[in-house]
């Protein structure tokens, strides 16, 4: 089989990440909108605090257990079968993981019900303070915790279409979980009180509701590419088995985020209330950009190894690595500097209603600011951390990660005492740019190379692009300030896009005149897919 060439082994990159681009931008809105309807129903206060906490318990096991260290593993073997026995094998070893994560995580699922109140007591102890709230954390997360099921088969399904340049639907699939979130809002949450339930209950209740529409969103297309159901788990097959030996160190290896976020919370709920709130809502901002130009890019770059590494193309591995990087910089750079510019007019306009008020709209800004500073770091991670996988060298990421957690740790003891909650934002940040660092080197090396001077190249170009454009931006929403001093949200929406779209023209003429080729490949994907 000849390698692919660079030309498109680059357009198919960018391509396959604009679909699920526009696929994940159509989920992201959808997921800010609702946050807006948390943030003006329950504002940032006891309940949502305890939702956040109740939730990210399932979610800390689903992204090391399911949709992390598995997609890392399995996607690879899935492909691997793929590409050298043909379908009907592939599915056999999709049908097999299947059936065999609802069985590990239905058995999870029972014991952390049997012990959510020693494991939420553990992670929330500083919650007992407060009447009420470690007791309803603990319900919570007992509604919360067969969200874990659904989800990892979801994620199961997602490898599959991957694998089969199948990018939009699985990509889609997280928007109806924001849907069913948002209609459980306005459908559920007036009924709690005359059932005798708070309010919050109904937020669970649609979370799980959502579980299941990822799943079911994505079956139909499965079906049509030949996949069928089998309750039926075969231990003796070897592709399940090396799925499951790489998913032992991939859990570790992809694990840093998450005990980051861990670490974060258990710190955060000694910040008194709204802390753990702030965070979060700061959180899923600064994972917009995330999720779009990182995640999105690498869910098309590792299939896309994967195919390269079965067929032992070593200059095709290293091409799509270092392309995938150069398009994550000239995405992720601008999206940084933009978010620190601009977080305080951002909040306020998506946020600041209902129970959510100016000084939380002022703390959510500040943390913010502080997670955009390690934006490249999450994006690169996504994308290196699951090449290891791919190329057979599962044990780099494992102790990647394991230093990144010890420094996350250390970073928060110390910056949580200088700055509050906004240091345990900024301890993450500097340990996920470490982990990206350190990946990308180790990378480099087990390549023989990553055109490290296009790469740099690149990097500075779109700096200097970045740095006209915060200044644009910042001068225009400066401008708007004074014209919209009443708030209203016109006002402000206009104060944000008008500082948001003059940024955007002054970036692309800077990406122009520095002839910077991935900004206009990126940039031609994004107008082609909205056309």
């Not at 504002?43 to 090391?64: C, H, Q, S, W, Y």
């Amino acid at each position: 089989m000849t390698a692919t060439r660079p030309e498109s082994t680059s357009s198919f990159l960018a391509r396959s990440a604009g679909i699920t681009g526009a696929a994940t931008l159509t989920s992201r809105v959808l997921g800010l909108a609702r946050d807006q309807v948390l943030a003006a129903l329950f504002g940032a206060g006891t309940e949502m605090d305890a939702f956040v906490v109740a939730f990210r318990i399932p979610n800390l096991v689903r992204d090391l257990f399911a949709e992390g260290a598995m997609s890392a593993a399995f996607v690879p073997t899935f492909t691997r079968r793929l590409t050298l026995s043909g379908k009907s094998e592939a599915w056999r070893l999709g049908n097999n993981l299947i059936n065999a994560l609802v069985f590990v995580t239905s058995l999870l699922v029972v014991l952390a019900m049997l012990f959510a109140g020693p494991i939420v007591t553990a992670y929330a102890r500083d919650f007992s303070s407060v009447p009420g709230k470690l007791e309803l954390t603990i319900q919570l997360t007992r509604i919360l915790l067969p969200f874990l099921v659904m989800v990892a088969v979801a994620a199961a399904a997602m490898g599959m279409l991957n694998s089969l340049h199948h990018y939009f639907i699985p990509a889609l699939s997280p928007a109806l979980f924001n849907v069913a979130t948002i209609v459980g809002a306005f459908a559920l949450v007036p009924l709690m009180p005359s059932l005798g339930l708070p309010r919050i209950t109904a937020i669970a209740i649609a979370a799980l509701i959502g579980g299941l529409l990822q799943v079911l969103v994505q079956w139909p297309s499965l079906r049509r590419e030949g996949f069928r159901y089998r309750a039926s788990l075969d231990l003796r097959d070897p592709a399940l088995r090396q799925v499951l030996v790489l998913m032992g160190p991939g859990t570790v290896g992809l694990a840093a985020t998450q005990v980051n976020l861990f670490v974060n919370t258990l710190l955060a709920t000694s910040q008194g209330t709204g802390a753990v709130s702030w965070l979060s809502y700061a959180f899923r901002l600064m994972y917009l950009p995330i999720g779009l130009f990182g995640v999105s890019i690498a869910t098309a770059t590792l299939p896309a190894v994967s195919r390269h590494v079965a067929v032992g193309d070593r200059d095709g591995i290293r091409r799509t690595v270092a392309h995938a990087m150069a398009m994550m910089l000239v995405l992720n750079v601008p999206a940084t500097l933009g978010l620190v510019v601009l977080s305080d007019p951002i909040v306020r306009l998506l946020f600041e209603r209902g129970h959510f008020l100016p000084a939380d709209t002022a703390a959510t800004a500040a943390a913010l600011r502080f997670y955009a500073v390690g934006l490249a770091g999450y994006a690169t991670a996504r994308i290196v951390s699951p090449v290891f996988y791919a190329v057979g060298r599962t044990r780099v990421p494992v102790l990647v990660s394991t230093s990144t957690v010890a420094l996350n740790v250390v970073a928060n003891l110390v910056l949580v005492r200088v700055l509050g909650f906004g240091g345990l934002a900024l301890g993450t940040s500097l340990a996920m740019m470490a982990n990206g660092a350190v990946l990308l080197v180790l990378l480099r090396r087990h390549l023989d190379g990553l055109e490290e001077r296009r790469l740099a190249i690149t990097f500075v170009k779109i700096l200097v692009a970045s740095c006209v454009m915060a200044a644009a931006s910042l001068a225009v929403s400066y401008l708007f300030t004074g014209i919209t001093a009443g708030r209203s949200v016109v006002a402000q929406g206009i104060q944000v896009f008008a500082a948001i779209g003059a940024g955007v023209a002054v970036l692309i003429v800077a990406a122009r005149v520095l002839r910077i080729r991935e900004f206009d490949e990126a940039l031609s994907s994004v107008t082609t897919r909205l056309k």
